[in-house]
């Protein structure tokens, strides 16, 4: 892994991440020095700022309370006029098998994201995480779209919204298809409230499903660029109601659906 600290202002630092991990093992002791950065105080203020500029806070694992500042060589990010919707998971959000609700349990998604998941066997989500990111949705910077099933919470995403950017943070399910509803819910959202950029961090495969796709770290930039100007509605969509059929019509539109 190819890894170097840079400073941001007088008491932070940028780890830099090659190779598409995100982690911040193999640091150097010259580069240890950098820890103590690790637990200054973030303001939701600062981590806007951050946001863009490009970077995001990771904490190595849920007990450990120190968070590292990451920006990857190749970005991911789902281009929203080319979201791929299989023509199974289109049935099912159409039959709104799923409740969907935005910003209803905040929290609950949270801890949903922190649980092990397939392929998944730890989280990053520690309590500064959570912290930091119940102030950002306090401030309406910060979304949850939640998936039920009856009563139950069973799968769900968050993520940050600042300009027409939206950077989604983490996901989860407890029955299949319930983060995949919850993505699809996203994307419509965001193409409806006026958003240009979707980010994901990283690729997986199963975002690549969806039309995920890497870009270099200055094409990421320029894309951040345009999407700080202006402002997304992140509620546009409620105007004509959110229900699965909603959803789907702008991807049956641009011919998105299939496989």
């Given at each position: 892994?190819?890894?170097?600290t ?25 580069d240890m020095?950098s820890?103590e950065?690790?637990f200054v105080?973030?303001t ?6 951050a ?6 806070p ?9 968070l590292y500042?990451i ?6 990010i ?12 289109a ?27 397939d392929g ?16 950002l949705?306090?401030?309406?910077h910060?979304?949850?779209?939640e ?7 069973v ?7 600042l ?18 509803v919850a ?7 965001l193409?409806a ?12 495969d ?8 890497e ?8 894309l ?8 997304g509605?992140?509620?546009?969509i ?22």
């Amino acid at each position: 892994m190819n890894s170097r600290t840079i400073p941001l202002a007088s008491h932070i630092s940028i780890v830099y991440v090659g190779d598409n991990e995100p982690r911040r093992a193999h640091i150097s002791p010259h580069d240890m020095a950098s820890r103590e950065s690790a637990f200054v105080e973030i303001t939701p203020e600062v981590l806007l700022k951050a946001y863009a500029c490009g970077i995001f806070p990771m904490a190595e694992s849920a007990e450990d309370p120190s968070l590292y500042w990451i920006e990857p060589d190749l970005r991911g990010i789902i281009p929203l006029d080319r979201f791929h919707v299989s023509s199974r998971l289109a049935r099912t959000v159409r039959s709104d098998h799923f409740k969907v609700t935005i910003n209803r349990d905040f929290d609950g998604v949270i801890d949903g994201c922190a649980e092990p998941q397939d392929g998944r066997p730890r989280t990053w989500i520690n309590e500064r995480i959570r912290a930091l990111y119940r102030k950002l949705h306090d401030r309406r910077h910060c979304h949850s779209v939640e998936v039920f099933l009856g009563d139950d919470l069973v799968g769900g995403l968050y993520g940050v919204a600042l300009g027409r950017a939206f950077f989604g943070e983490s996901m989860f399910h407890r029955v299949r298809d319930a983060s995949k509803v919850a993505l699809v819910h996203l994307v419509a959202r965001l193409r409806a409230g006026g958003f240009v950029l979707l980010d994901t961090q990283f690729v997986t495969d199963h975002l690549k499903s969806f039309g995920a796709i890497e870009v270099p770290r200055r094409q990421y930039h320029k894309l951040l660029e345009s999407a700080l100007t202006g402002e997304g509605d992140f509620a546009a969509i409620d105007k004509i109601g959110a229900t699965g059929a909603t959803a789907l019509a702008p991807l049956v539109t641009n011919y998105r659906i299939g496989g």
